[in-house]
Every structure is written in C-alpha cells, then in structure tokens.
C-alpha cells in the first residue's frame, strides 16, 4: 500500500509539473501575441485574456478573471459577437470602430467556440487584430493619390487651355503670343519639378540600399550655396551666409541626396524670406553627431503648423506656396532623406520671425 502511494504521489507530482509546465507556455505565448484575445466559459465569465487585450479595452488583468464579461467590457458588439459565437456554436467575424477617449481604433474581430473533450460547446473565445495603421496607412495613401490628381491637373489644365487659345487664333498680337508662351513654361517646370520630387520620394520609399561614401559636409554645403546664389535673380534673393567649422565635418552617405536634403531647405529659407534678410547655414560637430542648421528671418510659421509641415503637400499658404513654385514635397523628401541616413530633422519657428531647421547626422568614423 506504501509502495502504491507513493507511486501515485509521484505521478501526481508529475501531472503537476506538467501542469505548471503548460501553463507558463500559454502564459508566454498569450503574452508574445500581437492580437488581443479573450475567452468566456458557457456561463459569460471571463477565463482567459492577455495583456494586448487589456490594454485595447482599458482595464487590467487581475480585475477581469472570473468576472462576467458584460461587467468588464463595455463596447456592446464585442459583448454580442462572443454570446453570439456561443448561441450559434460557429465561429464569426466582423470590423468593429472603438471609440476609445480621444482615439479611434479599427479592429478585426475574429471569434470561434471553445469544444471540450466531450465535444460540447464550453465558451467562446476571440481574437481582436488592430487595424489602426493599416487604416491610417490607407487613408494617407488616398490622400497621396488625391493630391497627386489635383497638383497634375492644374498645370495640365493651363498649359491645355494655353495651347487651346493658341491655336483658335492664329492672328494673335506677337506680345500677347509671348505672354503666353512663358506661361506655358512657367507651368511646364512646375509639371517637371513635381514629377521629379515624386521621383525622388518613390526611390526613397523603396529604401534600397545606395552607395554610400565620406563626404565634407562644409564643402557639401558651400556647394548649394554658390549653385542656389547662380539661378536665383540678386534682387530678389536673401543674403546666403555660412558659417563653416574650423575643422572639417565628415558624415558617411548618399552625397546626391544630402545636397538635395541641404539644398531644399536653403532654397525653401530663401523663398520665403524678403530681399532685405538672410539665410544662414551653420554647421557644427558635438560629440557622435554632425549638426547642420538652417536659419532665416523669414515670415516664419504658425505654430499650430509645425506639426504637420514634413507631410506631403502639406503648405502653411497654399497660395503664395503655388506663387513660388512649390510642390508641397520638399520639406517630406528631407525628412525621409535624414531617416534613411539614421539621423533626423526637426523645426523651430514663431509667425513672422523666421525659422530654423536643424539637421542631425551621425558623424564618419575611422571603422566605417
């Protein structure tokens, strides 16, 4: 008899550890799941949940065991979708919106009934997958494709227009001919600078690796500052400064997309700052970090706007934006260009009294 109980004490032992054993498994892995789940027994109370669950419904584990789900859960068709899945013992789905505060989430909800071993209906149970992104990923690509149609389509109507009136006389006065004629090219370079700043963004996005090399960025820099100082008419132009280090800063890249990244912020500080102000490119090293800032005493902008200024086609004023020649791209072509080249971007700047870009990159080292 000793013997017997002994044996059954160990086997219980057994059955224990493998218990445990289990336990800490489905622990981990409820634990690693990116998707919520949660699970009832027959009756409506809570069995079985994770932590990405609670923190889409908003409440902590340790309160939601053992309790029924309608007193722990509020959002009514996720109640509904689980006494579903157990009144009709087949599993469902559905896309629920869950306002949840001052957030909005987009869920994909999928349920499935809990079998025991004797083939009955226990519980439900249900997987919720998160589907913010993707929607905020959707929605900005119509955004993208919208803005896209509309910025083609102005030019493409004015020079159509243009050509239509063109053609209709042919006895047009030689001066009102050339009026028209420099329209026409006006809004054929607006055409080309948008296409290639979609160019530019769509072999960014494609973030393939490029060649990359050591490059001075104070001879970079002085570079765009004589290119930009050639095509841009002195009477209209901000005075272009640069206030280079004594010692040279090496950073390691993609030397055609740093100039344009450095040249569409010199270029976008000189068109929106007034003959009689200036421009200043400043670069400095600190530490592991080379530091490039582009200053003016521009017109500045709002501060409800700086959030938003690096999305595309985003413009503080649409109108003189359009005036100038600007395709609601650059600043979102720099900002990809620093994160593809592990470093950033950031704005400062109050309405009316300029703003500053500050450009951070990782600095050259030996080993590399």
Do not use: W
């Not at 109370?45 to 923190?55: A, Q």
């Amino acid at each position: 008899l000793g013997e017997a109980l002994n044996k059954l004490a160990d086997e219980i032992q057994d059955q224990i550890s493998e218990i445990h054993l289990e336990h800490n498994r489905l622990r981990v892995i409820l634990g690693g799941m990116r998707d919520g789940l949660i699970a009832i027994d027959d009756h409506g109370k809570i069995v079985l949940i994770n932590s990405v669950m609670s923190r889409i419904l908003g409440f902590e584990i340790r309160e939601a065991r053992g309790r029924y789900l309608s007193d722990v859960v509020k959002d009514s068709e996720i109640i509904e979708l689980l006494l579903n899945t157990l009144k009709m013992q087949r599993p469902l789905e559905a896309e629920l919106d869950l306002g949840l505060g001052q957030s909005e989430k987009f869920l994909k909800a999928y349920t499935s009934p809990l079998i025991d071993y004797g083939q009955d209906v226990s519980g439900a149970l249900i997987v919720l997958h998160d589907l913010t992104q993707t929607r905020m990923l959707e929605n900005m690509r119509r955004d993208f494709v919208a803005n896209v149609s509309h910025e083609l389509k102005t030019p493409i109507t004015a020079i159509r227009g243009i050509a239509e009136t063109l053609v209709d006389d042919p006895q047009m006065e030689l001066e009102l001919r050339q009026k028209f004629m420099t329209k026409i090219t006006d809004q054929s370079h607006r055409l080309s600078n948008l296409v290639s700043d979609l160019l530019a963004l769509a072999r960014l996005d494609e973030r393939e690796k490029t060649p990359k090399t050591r490059i001075d960025l104070g001879t970079l820099i002085e570079e765009r500052i004589t290119s930009l100082s050639k095509v841009t008419a002195p009477e209209k132009m901000a005075r272009l400064l640069f206030d280079k280090p004594e010692e040279p800063v090496h950073v390691y890249g993609e030397e055609e997309e740093l100039r344009q990244a450095i040249g569409n912020l010199i270029d976008n500080g000189l068109k929106y700052t007034p003959r009689n102000g200036s421009v200043r490119a400043v670069l400095r090293s600190t530490g592991d970090q080379a530091t490039i800032r582009i200053e003016d005493n521009g017109i500045g902008i709002p501060e409800e706007y700086l959030d938003r200024i690096f999305e595309r086609f985003f413009r503080v004023d649409k109108a003189r934006s359009r005036e100038i020649g600007g395709t609601g791209l650059g600043l979102a072509i720099v900002k990809n260009i620093c994160l593809k080249h592990d470093g950033n971007v950031e704005v400062e700047s109050k309405d009316g009294k300029g703003t500053v870009f500050t450009i951070t990159l990782p600095l050259h080292t030996d080993s590399e």
